[in-house]
């Protein structure tokens, strides 16, 4: 029997309700940042006041600008160990302990943040760290790096070895054959782990919270602490800002692994 | 290849005498001493001696797992040998790198970088050398001329078709001007008319270069076209190492002679041998084998009798006064491949005899058909005895 494919009713109304469930409390918040009244829940027309008097927030802005330096820096770092450690995975072959060096990787991806927070908090104190932004940086790249070692030992897998061993036989040393020959191939799938780190670490509240010290409050942690006094038109506009940061970052990571997709497929 | 029509040249023969193998003085380019390669408990190269010499065109041959790319890699620099040596041009190539090696390689997945230009895959080699930049530009010029490329440095690998990723790939590896060029299967992905071709261009261009080329394939048409001397491998071992013809026509293994070309095996047993002449006796066939060859068999030893299909002559008539060499019975197959035609002729005794025949005149009616008698016979210098 032949599968129907396409729109009926039922798929539709499944579609919708998904949808719905899934975006209208964010299209609320989208639409009640425009609001001008100063209530959240009393529409009074429309305004962009909100978001010009966003800018007038010294604490939020400056809690944006520490978002944006631990991300790029966390993400950069866990990059530069998520590939390596993605590197080691699907090159080294099997080495002693590589199913526990593979465990040790990805666990983070399943530990409660709540968790990871509070041990991070205990080994800060313990070796005596002061707690500011490296704190929260450094422990950012603990659990984003595995995110990306995931996407670059999936590239690593489908990778043509043959392609650095040309290298190799032209004359390239290893470290010459991997910068100008494996790097650049395998570059999208690090740009698109890069992109996921930077989006974890912005959203990070849970983490964040254990590790930053004073001084280095990030936005998710900001916005948090002023809800808390009460939600003001004021959070809603920042947090659609945030939407569409974040929108724009996941959609450039999707479209780095699709142009990657299209060069492998075009061979 | 597929894309410009060769320039008209003057024709010239492209292969001279050429045999520094069997010149004793002549000094091998390469050589392998004693090799043996071992991953684990499994042999992938047992004790593998060979020497080979400058200008030559190699061919390593042999079916998938016998090892024959393992001793490529080898020279490569990609793997390392467990014992023995390989030396190039007197130097002792143990321990030293892929990349310090005076070897190039060209891949079978042809390995183009996909993210540069088809000069800058080219130039690549160079630009390890530091070279400079106008004798770079130079160098991918002449190369891409060689290959009849020009036009087509900007594209990239996927803009290309399989025939031009391959004469890039060719290119590339030439580029640094090694002493030796490795090609691994180089042909395996082209389709048949273009490989033809291809191979007659790569002989063609080896020979105007004089660099020394090493093939790896299992396609024995493709050895025995482009080769000056194949060694045929089994199971990490050398089986039989010399030129095509002798492949051919003087196997020395049952190995051999099945692997290369069609043949037919008799198995016998040797009744008299007098210099120049032995005479066997078969099961399988009435009359008596006689053969020319010079063996050291004795009256009594087992032994085969390998006949090429093409040396056997077939037709409805019995030839007279023929009493040794020769066999009746029935046709039951026929492969008609145009030019030739190959019969399967079943014997009284139930043996199956191949034998082929030049289809010389155009007849659309083959004039030995399906269940005809016909009688089969051979020179004594037709067949060839190998010792079991």
């Not at chain 1, 918040?29 to 010294?58: E, P």
């Not at chain 2, 143990?94 to 230009?117: E, I």
């Not at chain 2, 800058?120 to 080699?125: K, L, P, R, V």
């Not at chain 2, 009688?375 to 060839?384: C, Q």
């Given at each position: 029997m032949a599968m129907r494919k396409g729109l009926s009713p039922v798929t539709v109304t499944a579609l919708a309700g998904g949808l719905a469930f899934l975006y209208v409390p964010l299209i609320l918040l989208v639409i009640y940042s425009f609001n001008d009244s100063r209530l959240v829940t009393v529409w009074g027309g429309w305004s962009t006041r909100w978001y010009l008097g966003l800018l007038h927030n010294q604490a939020l802005m400056d809690a944006a600008w520490v978002s944006l330096k631990v991300a790029t820096v966390a993400a950069t770092l866990a990059t530069i160990l998520g590939t390596l450690a993605a590197l080691a995975l699907v090159r080294a072959g099997a080495f002693r302990g590589r199913t526990l060096f593979a465990g040790l990787v990805y666990a983070p991806l399943v530990m409660p943040e709540v968790i990871t927070g509070l041990a991070l908090l205990l080994l800060f104190v313990a070796i005596d760290f002061d707690r500011g932004f490296w704190t929260v940086a450094l422990a950012h790249v603990t659990f984003t790096m595995c995110f990306v070692a995931v996407i670059v030992q999936s590239r690593l897998l489908t990778f043509d070895y043959s392609l650095e061993e040309a290298a190799l036989d032209l004359g390239a040393t290893p470290f010459r054959a991997f910068f100008s020959v494996t790097?650049?191939?395998?570059?999208?799938?690090?740009?698109?782990?890069?992109?996921?780190?930077?989006?974890?670490?912005?959203?990070?509240l849970v983490i964040a919270n254990f590790t930053a010290g004073p001084g280095n409050t990030t936005l998710p942690m900001r916005i948090y602490s002023q809800v808390r006094l009460g939600v003001t038109p004021e959070v809603n506009a920042i947090s659609t800002v945030f939407i569409v940061v974040i929108t724009a970052v996941v959609l450039a990571a999707s479209l780095a692994m699709k142009w990657q997709q299209e060069k492998i497929e075009s061979r | 290849m597929d894309s410009q029509p060769a320039k008209p040249q003057k024709p010239q023969s492209v292969r001279r005498k050429f045999e520094p193998w069997a010149d004793p003085a002549a000094q091998p380019l390469i050589r392998f001493q004693s090799v043996v390669k071992r991953y684990g408990d499994v042999v992938a190269i047992d004790d593998v001696s060979l020497d080979i010499y400058e200008r030559e065109f190699f061919a390593l041959l042999g079916p998938s797992g016998c090892g024959k790319t393992t001793l490529m890699r080898m020279l490569a620099g990609f793997e390392e040998a467990s014992e023995g040596r390989i030396?190039?041009?007197?130097?002792?190539?143990?321990?030293?790198?892929?990349?310090?090696?005076?070897?190039?390689?060209?891949?079978?997945?042809?390995?183009?970088?996909?993210?540069?230009?088809?000069?800058d895959n080219i130039a690549f080699g160079l630009k390890q050398e530091r070279m400079p930049k106008s004798e770079i530009a130079a160098r991918v010029d002449e190369m891409l001329k060689l290959v009849n490329l020009r036009g087509f440095e900007k594209r990239k690998p996927h803009q290309l078709s399989g025939g031009q990723r391959q004469r890039v790939a060719l290119a590339r590896s030439l580029a640094k001007r090694p002493k030796v060029l490795l090609l691994d299967e180089p042909m395996a992905a082209l389709d048949k008319k273009l490989r033809e071709q291809t191979q007659f261009e790569l002989m063609d261009l080896q020979q105007r270069i004089g660099t020394t080329f090493i093939i790896v394939t299992h396609d024995q048409e493709e050895a025995m076209t482009v080769a000056d001397r194949i060694a045929v491998m089994d199971h990490g071992k050398l089986v039989q190492v010399a030129t095509p013809t002798e492949i051919y026509e003087q196997p020395n293994s049952r190995y051999v002679a099945e692997f290369v070309g069609d043949i037919n095996i008799i198995e016998a047993v040797v009744e008299r041998v007098t210099p120049g002449d032995i005479a066997l006796k078969s099961n399988a066939l009435e009359a008596e084998l006689r053969l020319t060859q010079r063996s050291d068999v004795k009256t009594?030893?087992?032994?085969?009798?390998?006949?090429?299909?093409?040396?056997?002559?077939?037709?409805?008539?019995?030839?007279?006064?023929?009493?040794?060499?020769?066999?009746?019975?029935?046709?039951?197959?026929?492969?008609?491949?145009?030019?030739?035609s190959i019969y399967h002729v079943h014997l009284e005794n139930g043996f199956v005899l191949k034998a082929t025949k030049t289809n010389i005149s155009r007849q659309i009616e083959p004039p030995i058909g399906w269940d005809d008698k016909v009688y089969l016979s051979w020179t004594p210098d037709a067949g060839v005895l190998l010792k079991s």
């Amino acid at each position: 029997m032949a599968m129907r494919k396409g729109l009926s009713p039922v798929t539709v109304t499944a579609l919708a309700g998904g949808l719905a469930f899934l975006y209208v409390p964010l299209i609320l918040l989208v639409i009640y940042s425009f609001n001008d009244s100063r209530l959240v829940t009393v529409w009074g027309g429309w305004s962009t006041r909100w978001y010009l008097g966003l800018l007038h927030n010294q604490a939020l802005m400056d809690a944006a600008w520490v978002s944006l330096k631990v991300a790029t820096v966390a993400a950069t770092l866990a990059t530069i160990l998520g590939t390596l450690a993605a590197l080691a995975l699907v090159r080294a072959g099997a080495f002693r302990g590589r199913t526990l060096f593979a465990g040790l990787v990805y666990a983070p991806l399943v530990m409660p943040e709540v968790i990871t927070g509070l041990a991070l908090l205990l080994l800060f104190v313990a070796i005596d760290f002061d707690r500011g932004f490296w704190t929260v940086a450094l422990a950012h790249v603990t659990f984003t790096m595995c995110f990306v070692a995931v996407i670059v030992q999936s590239r690593l897998l489908t990778f043509d070895y043959s392609l650095e061993e040309a290298a190799l036989d032209l004359g390239a040393t290893p470290f010459r054959a991997f910068f100008s020959v494996t790097l650049p191939v395998i570059l999208p799938a690090v740009a698109a782990g890069w992109l996921l780190a930077f989006t974890l670490s912005l959203d990070d509240l849970v983490i964040a919270n254990f590790t930053a010290g004073p001084g280095n409050t990030t936005l998710p942690m900001r916005i948090y602490s002023q809800v808390r006094l009460g939600v003001t038109p004021e959070v809603n506009a920042i947090s659609t800002v945030f939407i569409v940061v974040i929108t724009a970052v996941v959609l450039a990571a999707s479209l780095a692994m699709k142009w990657q997709q299209e060069k492998i497929e075009s061979r | 290849m597929d894309s410009q029509p060769a320039k008209p040249q003057k024709p010239q023969s492209v292969r001279r005498k050429f045999e520094p193998w069997a010149d004793p003085a002549a000094q091998p380019l390469i050589r392998f001493q004693s090799v043996v390669k071992r991953y684990g408990d499994v042999v992938a190269i047992d004790d593998v001696s060979l020497d080979i010499y400058e200008r030559e065109f190699f061919a390593l041959l042999g079916p998938s797992g016998c090892g024959k790319t393992t001793l490529m890699r080898m020279l490569a620099g990609f793997e390392e040998a467990s014992e023995g040596r390989i030396t190039l041009a007197g130097s002792d190539l143990s321990g030293v790198p892929p990349y310090r090696r005076p070897v190039n390689m060209m891949f079978q997945s042809y390995a183009l970088f996909p993210h540069m230009t088809v000069a800058d895959n080219i130039a690549f080699g160079l630009k390890q050398e530091r070279m400079p930049k106008s004798e770079i530009a130079a160098r991918v010029d002449e190369m891409l001329k060689l290959v009849n490329l020009r036009g087509f440095e900007k594209r990239k690998p996927h803009q290309l078709s399989g025939g031009q990723r391959q004469r890039v790939a060719l290119a590339r590896s030439l580029a640094k001007r090694p002493k030796v060029l490795l090609l691994d299967e180089p042909m395996a992905a082209l389709d048949k008319k273009l490989r033809e071709q291809t191979q007659f261009e790569l002989m063609d261009l080896q020979q105007r270069i004089g660099t020394t080329f090493i093939i790896v394939t299992h396609d024995q048409e493709e050895a025995m076209t482009v080769a000056d001397r194949i060694a045929v491998m089994d199971h990490g071992k050398l089986v039989q190492v010399a030129t095509p013809t002798e492949i051919y026509e003087q196997p020395n293994s049952r190995y051999v002679a099945e692997f290369v070309g069609d043949i037919n095996i008799i198995e016998a047993v040797v009744e008299r041998v007098t210099p120049g002449d032995i005479a066997l006796k078969s099961n399988a066939l009435e009359a008596e084998l006689r053969l020319t060859q010079r063996s050291d068999v004795k009256t009594g030893d087992p032994a085969a009798v390998a006949l090429r299909p093409e040396k056997i002559r077939i037709g409805k008539e019995p030839l007279s006064e023929v009493h040794a060499n020769c066999a009746q019975g029935v046709v039951y197959d026929i492969a008609y491949l145009g030019d030739l035609s190959i019969y399967h002729v079943h014997l009284e005794n139930g043996f199956v005899l191949k034998a082929t025949k030049t289809n010389i005149s155009r007849q659309i009616e083959p004039p030995i058909g399906w269940d005809d008698k016909v009688y089969l016979s051979w020179t004594p210098d037709a067949g060839v005895l190998l010792k079991s």
